[in-house]
C-alpha cells in the first residue's frame, strides 16, 4: 500500500503507462492505513481459521465474521483491502466455490467495498511498480466513492441520456427448476449511478438448456425491471426520468420484451434497444495508399483503426472498438495487445430510430469507462460487462439477495 503513495517511472508498455504521480497528487486526496482496530488478522494455514466445515465453508465464515466485525468500526476505513495467499489456492476457486465472488457478495450485503491482493500482485509491484499503482489506486479511488473519468460530450446525444446493460443468469430453484434472473446496471453521461439491479424473473425457466440458448425476459419482467432501474435513476436526479434511454444486452430483443421496455419508458421520449454482438468471424484490413507499387493500395502495417464503422443494414452496423489508437502511444500507433487481426463488435438496433452512427459513437466510448482497469479500452461497451460480472457472481453465489448494489461493491 506504500506503493500508491510514492511516484514511479514506468517499467514496462513504456509507450502507453505514463508516469505514476503518487495517490495524493493524482487525486489530491490523501491515503492512510486505517487504525489498528479496522484490521483482522488471518492466520496462515486455511486450516486454522476457528470454525468448522470444509476449507471453503471455513473460508466463507472467516469472510462473513471478518466482515461482520468491520461493519462496528466502519467509520474508520473506506475499503476494506483483503490478502488471499496463494497458499489457500487450493480452496479459492473450486467447481462449486469461488472466493472472490463469496467475499464481494458478503461484502455487498455489508455495504463494503473489498480490494482482493493476491501474491502476483507483491511480485509484480517489484517489476511493474508503476503499472501496480496506477491499477491499484484507481481501483481505491472508485471503491471509496470517486469518479475517475466519465463520458465527453458527443454530438448528437441528448443530454439527459442513461444506459442500461442487461445480462442474465440462472438460479436453482427446488429440484430441477431454474429461474433466469436479470442483471441490470444504470448510470448517466457523467458516470453517475454505476447502480446494479438483481432481479429475479418472475417466469420460471424449465428447461435449462432452452434458457442457456434464449435467456429472454417475459414482457412483464422487462417492463418490471427496467421500471426499477428507472427509480434508480430518479433518485440520482431528484425524481426526474432521462430524456433518452439506451438498453443494452447481448441478444436480440423479442417482440415482447420491447413491449415490455415500450411501456415501461412511456414517459421518455426517446428509448433504444441496442444488441451488441462481439462473436463474429468478420475481420477488416487497413488499405492505404500505394504510390510507388504496381497497386493503388496495400495493406497498413497496422490494424484498423478504432472507431471505424461500416453499415451492415439501415440497422445494423460494424464498429472496430479494438484497433489502432496512435492518439495513446508516444510511439505514433498504438494496437492494445499488440497480437492478431481485430475483430469488430455488431451493433444492431432493435428499437428506435436515427443515424447507426450515434449508437455506435456511443458503444465506441462506452468501451473506455470501466473503472476496474488502466487498458484504453475493454471488448464490449461497459454496459455490457458490468452486468456480465453482476450476473456471474449471482451465478456463483445463489443466495446473493436481489436488490440495488453500487458497482464498486463488485469491483
Given at each position: 500500500?506504500?506503493?500508491?503513495?510514492?511516484?514511479?517511472?514506468?517499467?514496462?508498455?513504456?509507450?502507453?503507462?505514463?508516469?505514476?504521480?503518487?495517490?495524493?497528487?493524482?487525486?489530491?486526496?490523501?491515503?492512510?492505513?486505517?487504525?489498528?482496530?479496522?484490521?483482522?488478522?488471518?492466520?496462515?494455514?486455511?486450516?486454522?481459521?476457528?470454525?468448522?466445515?470444509?476449507?471453503?465453508?471455513?473460508?466463507?465464515?472467516?469472510?462473513?465474521?471478518?466482515?461482520?466485525?468491520?461493519?462496528?468500526?466502519?467509520?474508520?476505513?473506506?475499503?476494506?483491502?483483503?490478502?488471499?495467499?496463494?497458499?489457500?489456492?487450493?480452496?479459492?476457486?473450486?467447481?462449486?466455490?469461488?472466493?472472490?465472488?463469496?467475499?464481494?457478495?458478503?461484502?455487498?450485503?455489508?455495504?463494503?467495498?473489498?480490494?482482493?491482493?493476491?501474491?502476483?500482485?507483491?511480485?509484480?509491484?517489484?517489476?511493474?511498480?508503476?503499472?501496480?499503482?496506477?491499477?491499484?489506486?484507481?481501483?481505491?479511488?472508485?471503491?471509496?466513492?470517486?469518479?475517475?473519468?466519465?463520458?465527453?460530450?458527443?454530438?448528437?446525444?441528448?443530454?439527459?441520456?442513461?444506459?442500461?446493460?442487461?445480462?442474465?443468469?440462472?438460479?436453482?430453484?427446488?429440484?430441477?427448476?431454474?429461474?433466469?434472473?436479470?442483471?441490470?446496471?444504470?448510470?448517466?453521461?457523467?458516470?453517475?449511478?454505476?447502480?446494479?439491479?438483481?432481479?429475479?424473473?418472475?417466469?420460471?425457466?424449465?428447461?435449462?438448456?432452452?434458457?442457456?440458448?434464449?435467456?429472454?425476459?417475459?414482457?412483464?419482467?422487462?417492463?418490471?425491471?427496467?421500471?426499477?432501474?428507472?427509480?434508480?435513476?430518479?433518485?440520482?436526479?431528484?425524481?426526474?426520468?432521462?430524456?433518452?434511454?439506451?438498453?443494452?444486452?447481448?441478444?436480440?430483443?423479442?417482440?415482447?420484451?420491447?413491449?415490455?421496455?415500450?411501456?415501461?419508458?412511456?414517459?421518455?421520449?426517446?428509448?433504444?434497444?441496442?444488441?451488441?454482438?462481439?462473436?463474429?468471424?468478420?475481420?477488416?484490413?487497413?488499405?492505404?495508399?500505394?504510390?510507388?507499387?504496381?497497386?493503388?493500395?496495400?495493406?497498413?502495417?497496422?490494424?484498423?483503426?478504432?472507431?471505424?464503422?461500416?453499415?451492415?443494414?439501415?440497422?445494423?452496423?460494424?464498429?472496430?472498438?479494438?484497433?489502432?489508437?496512435?492518439?495513446?502511444?508516444?510511439?505514433?500507433?498504438?494496437?492494445?495487445?499488440?497480437?492478431?487481426?481485430?475483430?469488430?463488435?455488431?451493433?444492431?438496433?432493435?428499437?428506435?430510430?436515427?443515424?447507426?452512427?450515434?449508437?455506435?459513437?456511443?458503444?465506441?466510448?462506452?468501451?473506455?469507462?470501466?473503472?476496474?482497469?488502466?487498458?484504453?479500452?475493454?471488448?464490449?461497451?461497459?454496459?455490457?460487462?458490468?452486468?456480465q460480472k453482476l450476473a456471474k457472481t449471482i451465478a456463483n453465489v445463489p443466495?446473493?439477495?436481489?436488490?440495488?448494489?453500487?458497482?464498486?461493491?463488485?469491483?
Open positions: 500500500m506504500k506503493l500508491i503513495q510514492k511516484p514511479h517511472a514506468p517499467t514496462d508498455r513504456k509507450d502507453y503507462v505514463p508516469r505514476y504521480p503518487g495517490f495524493e497528487k493524482l487525486f489530491s486526496i490523501p491515503v492512510h492505513a486505517a487504525p489498528q482496530s479496522a484490521r483482522v488478522l488471518w492466520p496462515d494455514s486455511i486450516d486454522e481459521l476457528p470454525f468448522g466445515g470444509s476449507s471453503e465453508e471455513r473460508l466463507a465464515a472467516a469472510f462473513r465474521s471478518a466482515l461482520s466485525n468491520l461493519e462496528l468500526v466502519r467509520s474508520e476505513f473506506d475499503v476494506v483491502v483483503v490478502h488471499l495467499p496463494d497458499a489457500w489456492g487450493h480452496a479459492l476457486k473450486t467447481d462449486s466455490f469461488n472466493a472472490h465472488d463469496v467475499l464481494k457478495a458478503l461484502g455487498a450485503g455489508f455495504g463494503i467495498p473489498t480490494q482482493v491482493i493476491n501474491d502476483r500482485a507483491f511480485a509484480f509491484s517489484q517489476t511493474s511498480a508503476a503499472s501496480i499503482a496506477w491499477r491499484l489506486a484507481i481501483a481505491l479511488y472508485v471503491k471509496a466513492g470517486g469518479t475517475p473519468w466519465k463520458l465527453a460530450p458527443m454530438a448528437g446525444i441528448p443530454e439527459g441520456t442513461a444506459y442500461i446493460g442487461l445480462a442474465y443468469a440462472l438460479r436453482k430453484h427446488g429440484e430441477g427448476t431454474h429461474y433466469v434472473t436479470c442483471c441490470s446496471q444504470v448510470f448517466d453521461m457523467d458516470g453517475g449511478g454505476m447502480q446494479f439491479v438483481a432481479f429475479e424473473a418472475r417466469d420460471p425457466v424449465l428447461n435449462l438448456s432452452e434458457a442457456k440458448k434464449n435467456p429472454f425476459l417475459s414482457r412483464a419482467d422487462m417492463r418490471a425491471v427496467l421500471a426499477r432501474s428507472l427509480q434508480i435513476y430518479q433518485g440520482r436526479n431528484g425524481g426526474a426520468l432521462p430524456r433518452r434511454l439506451v438498453i443494452h444486452k447481448t441478444t436480440s430483443f423479442r417482440g415482447e420484451e420491447i413491449q415490455g421496455a415500450r411501456e415501461a419508458t412511456a414517459g421518455i421520449p426517446e428509448f433504444e434497444c441496442i444488441e451488441i454482438g462481439s462473436n463474429t468471424a468478420w475481420r477488416g484490413v487497413w488499405m492505404v495508399a500505394n504510390p510507388s507499387g504496381p497497386k493503388p493500395t496495400k495493406p497498413d502495417g497496422y490494424p484498423v483503426p478504432r472507431g471505424i464503422v461500416q453499415a451492415r443494414s439501415e440497422t445494423s452496423c460494424f464498429v472496430w472498438v479494438a484497433g489502432n489508437a496512435p492518439g495513446a502511444s508516444t510511439n505514433g500507433a498504438y494496437y492494445q495487445g499488440g497480437k492478431s487481426i481485430p475483430r469488430p463488435i455488431i451493433v444492431t438496433r432493435h428499437a428506435g430510430s436515427g443515424p447507426l452512427d450515434l449508437i455506435a459513437h456511443e458503444a465506441l466510448a462506452l468501451t473506455k469507462m470501466d473503472w476496474n482497469n488502466d487498458a484504453l479500452y475493454d471488448p464490449v461497451p461497459v454496459t455490457i460487462r458490468y452486468s443466495d446473493l439477495p436481489g436488490s440495488a448494489y453500487p458497482y464498486r461493491l463488485f469491483m
